[in-house]
């Protein structure tokens, strides 16, 4: 097994805080494949739950069920769950363009 010199550009914001422990490699990376996929499946699900939730809510009376204030939750869910989603993709975007300039040579 080789030692290798972390990768400074490879840590976290504020460094790495606690010493490595794990046995996976300096150089292991995280699946941005998989989650640009699940990113892109479920932010239109979100957003779409999201605005049913709300539209039905709107249109609940007084005795319906389920009530407006259980779809209120449902909605305020939705959109948090589709908030969530977006960041994801934003970030994980990010990290594969910088990956691929990385990949060409460029600077970061």
């Known amino acids: 097994m080789r ?7 490879r840590e976290g914001i504020l ?3 606690l010493p490595r422990t794990g046995t996976e490699p300096i150089t292991a990376r995280s699946h941005l494949r998989v989650r640009l996929v699940l ?13 049913l939730f709300w539209s039905w809510s709107v249109a609940a009376g007084p ?19 589709a908030v969530f989603a977006v960041v994801d993709l934003l970030i994980v975007l990010r990290r594969i363009a910088r990956a691929r300039r990385a990949a060409r040579g460029g600077a970061g």
Do not use: E, Y
């Open 3 to 9: 030692d290798r010199v972390p990768d400074p550009d």
């Open 15 to 17: 460094g790495r805080i």
């Open 39 to 51: 990113a892109l499946l479920f932010t239109p699900l979100f957003i779409v739950g999201a605005v």
């Open 63 to 81: 005795q319906d069920i389920p009530s407006d204030d259980s779809l209120r939750t449902l909605a305020w869910i939705s959109t948090g769950l």
